[in-house]
């Protein structure tokens, strides 16, 4: 069990538009702590597609856009393209207890 | 071009010991935190470990799962970050990665990972 909860999976045609949820808490995402996002393609190691709620790292198409509000935050891909299909990961800061770092339990996009 | 290369992964038995190393380059490796994830077969990302660059101190923080049996280190001489696995469990069995810890008001994120290495633990 996640402290960050995502769909399982989502799905899309090429060239829509898809969304993936992130429903933290009040001692992670409501306590204000930043939400990133990760990509990792099948076989791979992730990699960084959001950082800070929704700053994209040189590199990562406009495509890719991240939001945040209140105790959830949100990926949005635009433009779906087959090469999107991967796994995708939320990732925030939890004070509860010690203090960690905190991750999703991943969402998988499947372009149709 | 910043790459981390973790080694050291393998095959050990319940209750040893393992451990791993990350060699960083193309970047001032102590001017920044490092810190492990692993993913177990099938599963998703879990955060391991976390250690802070010198100038924060060099601290370490653990995930509840691992505490008190791994330790996490650094030699910034060689640019080499450790993990140190005692009293291994079947449940301790991922791919392991290093990543490096990104300061970004006041916030850490994880900007580059290494590619990742097995670690099995079974009998």
């Known amino acids: 069990q996640s402290v960050l909860t995502q769909p399982p999976s989502v799905s899309g045609a090429p060239g829509q538009r898809v969304t993936i949820s992130c429903t933290g808490s009040s001692s992670n995402i409501g306590a204000g702590y930043d939400v990133h996002w990760y990509q990792q393609l099948p076989g791979t190691a992730p990699k960084l597609l959001i950082y800070g709620n929704s700053n994209r790292p040189s590199g990562v198409p406009d495509r890719f856009s991240g939001s945040k509000s209140g105790t959830s935050a949100s990926l949005a891909i635009t433009g779906l393209q087959a090469e999107d299909e991967a796994d995708y990961y939320c990732q925030s800061y939890d004070s509860s207890l010690s203090g960690t770092w905190v991750f999703g339990g991943g969402t998988k996009l499947t372009v149709l | 071009e910043v790459q981390l290369v973790e080694s050291g992964g393998g095959l050990v038995q319940p209750g040893r010991s393992l451990r791993l190393s990350c060699t960083a380059s193309g970047f001032t490796f102590g001017d920044y935190a490092m810190s492990w994830v692993r993913q177990a077969p099938g599963k998703g990302l879990e955060w391991v470990g976390f250690?802070?660059?010198?100038?924060?101190?060099?601290?370490?923080e653990y995930a509840a799962s691992v505490k008190g049996r791994f330790t996490i280190s650094r030699d910034d001489s060689k640019s080499i970050a450790y993990l140190q696995m005692n009293s291994l469990k079947t449940e301790d069995t991922a791919v392991y990665y290093c990543?490096?810890?990104?300061?970004?008001?006041?916030?850490?994120?994880?900007?580059?990972w290494g590619q990742g290495t097995l670690v099995t633990v079974s009998s």
């Open positions: 250690i802070r660059s010198k100038a924060y101190g060099g601290t370490t």
């Open positions: 990543t490096r810890g990104l300061l970004w008001f006041g916030e850490f994120h994880f900007d580059y």
